[in-house]
């Protein structure tokens, strides 16, 4: 598949520049060495780099995917020299502070240059994810020693990362993990455990990998302290390190197996066993009994990396399956029917439009919620108001169990429509969207299931915050609002947009009032609809912000330029007429308390 089937240039540029306030992050330090001329000569070299690397590899890693040769793990041998060759342009730094090797790039310029790359998921970039995350995650919560240790080769690349959260009986409930730390006389603590659903967690493509552990320090009667405040964060690398830097002798990590995954079959995903066999040494990262708070600090950007993962491949499976109704012919013309008239091009029959619109529709709004919840990230970083600092944080971690699991629910909608664009040949291996569609699969799931995260909206975000965030989320909306309702061609979907926004208040307040009232569950029992409909107005609000861009577009735009903006406009049209209008039945359904599933039991079933 090639990279420019699944790009399209001018989105990327319209994204961090029109809609998003990348000129102004770049106008502030820590930010200003860098132009916007920098980053679009970036955003091409790395395209063409992945053009050159990378088309292909997909298929030929989905199709050899990782396996188990005498305890080590087997990649396909063109995964590491292209890895490497993606490691030496230097683009994996991007947003790494340069006090470690880092480029130090905006958190959304980073995500966008992910994107040509991306573009071919499940090539084993995926590694490379997780290395990012934790070494973010280890330069909040390590020391300075442990930051000076581990971090310029993780910067590198020359050392990978991994996270070890799960456990065969401990999925997403952390707090009932059992592997344990003892502490040594040197300070350092011997870990022993068993762990799954490791992605990264053994290969042979560096030098050494650094794994972020979570495990429970063991009492002095023996015990493990019950629940997720007995829970904390060690570092475990594949080799311990020597004195001068360099890997020294294995580490006590042995793999007891492969999982064999459905889809993002790219990236091995392992189950790994701690100190059975050899002492595993680890070091212990932040407080005891903490663990939690700093692999939050991963897992949250993960979280909204699997966002744009998601939303990249609901884009890539829709520019693919666009590519191809243009050149696909196939029936007649409704007006034209007679056998002996040419055959036409599949977009032009209705209902094919109205697939690809529905695409465009969840991809390019996902893509910018995505891009928004990294500027949010960014705006952090340059704010020095205490107060409007602390605003974007709480916007920020409102929306980010939603950047999660909209683009993972709605993406896969979107990638079961590519298929269907392409017919029986969409359902073969000769074309890429049936792996689109299987690699997608997987973000509705790790790093917490979509019920998870509607949990975390609503109970902890939304209920346990008295709806304060809820409020600054409403509240930038409604600024949006107020300055479409004077556009004639926005005024429809304003007001749409201003009644969810009412029925959502609306509706919170009836779950608020009856988790008050003691009722938690009755409150929390349809939270994932909770979720969507937030989702949804959220999404909504992404294409009203991107519509009146188009609508204030120069009237001597090039002819191209003038078809983007239309396009922009059609498809803000589509999702509030066939997306947002979902939300009044949903606000119907959650003022109900509908108790539906909260009363069935399992004999029931």
């Keep these: 598949m090639q990279t420019e089937q699944l790009l399209h240039r001018r989105d990327l540029i319209f994204w961090l520049f029109e809609l998003g306030a990348t000129e102004h992050i770049l106008s502030q330090p820590p930010f200003d060495d860098y132009s916007r001329d920098d980053v679009e000569a970036m955003i091409d070299a790395v395209t063409d780099f992945a053009a050159a690397e990378f088309d292909g590899m997909a298929e030929l890693l989905d199709a050899n995917e990782p396996r188990l040769e005498d305890g080590t793990v087997w990649n396909h041998p063109a995964l590491k020299p292209a890895i490497d060759r993606y490691l030496e342009t230097g683009f994996f730094t991007a947003g790494f502070d340069p006090q470690w090797g880092g480029m130090g790039l905006p958190y959304a310029v980073s995500q966008v240059l992910e994107v040509p790359t991306g573009a071919h998921a499940g090539t084993g970039l995926g590694y490379l994810f997780l290395t990012a995350a934790a070494a973010n995650m280890l330069n909040v919560v390590g020391t300075d020693e442990q ?42 603590y011997q870990i022993t455990g068993s762990k799954m659903w490791i992605s990264g967690g053994d290969h042979e493509l560096a030098d050494n990998i650094v794994h972020m552990v979570l495990a429970k320090i063991e009492n002095e009667d023996g015990s493990l302290t019950p629940g997720s405040r007995g829970v904390s964060l060690f570092l475990v690398p594949k080799f311990r390190v020597n004195d001068d830097g360099s890997p020294g002798a294995h580490n006590g990590i042995r793999l007891a197996g492969l999982n064999h995954k459905m889809g993002q079959r790219g990236i091995v995903n392992t189950v790994p066993v701690l100190g059975d066999d050899a002492p595993c040494v680890g070091e212990l990262l932040g407080a005891p009994g903490k663990g939690l708070a700093g692999m939050f600090h991963m897992m949250n950007e993960a979280r909204i990396g699997i966002g744009v993962s998601a939303a990249q491949l609901a884009w890539n499976g829709y520019r693919y399956s666009l590519d191809y109704a243009k050149d696909r012919t196939q029936g007649r013309s409704l007006t034209a029917p007679g056998a002996d008239q040419p055959q036409i091009p599949i977009i032009e029959h209705t209902d094919v439009k109205r697939m690809l619109l529905h695409q465009k529709a969840i991809a390019e709004g996902a893509m910018a919620l995505c891009l928004y919840g990294a500027e949010l990230i960014d705006l952090t970083r340059i704010t020095h108001d205490a107060d409007k600092r602390q605003q974007i944080e709480a916007l920020l971690a409102l929306l980010t169990p939603v950047i999660k699991s909209w683009p993972s629910m709605h993406g896969l909608e979107a990638n079961h429509l590519a298929i269907q664009v392409l017919g029986g040949y969409g359902y073969t291996r000769d074309y890429p969207v049936e792996r689109i569609y299987r690699d997608n699969r997987l973000n509705e799931i790790h790093e917490g299931t979509t019920g998870i995260q509607s949990l975390d909206l609503l109970g902890r975000k939304v209920l346990q915050d008295n709806g304060q965030s809820l409020g600054v989320l409403l509240g930038e909306i409604s600024k949006t609002i107020a300055a479409s309702k004077s556009e004639e061609r926005l005024g429809e979907f304003a007001s749409d947009l201003e009644l969810a926004c009412e029925q959502l208040q609306k509706v919170t307040g009836t779950l608020a009032a009856t988790a008050v009232e003691g009722l938690l569950p009755l409150a929390m029992a349809n939270s994932v609809v909770y979720m969507d409909m937030v989702g949804q107005i959220v999404v909504a609000w992404m294409w009203l912000r991107m519509a009146q861009v188009a609508c204030a577009a120069p009237q001597d735009a090039s002819a191209a330029d003038a078809a983007f903006y239309q396009g922009k406009l059609a498809a803000c049209q589509f999702f509030f007429r066939h997306e947002l209008s979902k939300t009044q039945a949903q606000a119907r359904l959650l003022a109900s308390l509908d108790d539906s599933s909260l009363k069935m039991t399992a004999d029931q079933f």
Excluded at 160 to 187: H, K, N, W
């Design 147 to 188: 930051k000076a240790r581990y971090l310029p080769k993780m910067v590198s690349g020359e050392w990978f990362g991994t996270m070890m959260l799960s456990e065969p009986q401990a999925g997403s409930s952390v707090g009932d993990i059992r592997t344990r730390a003892v502490l040594q006389p040197d300070g350092s």
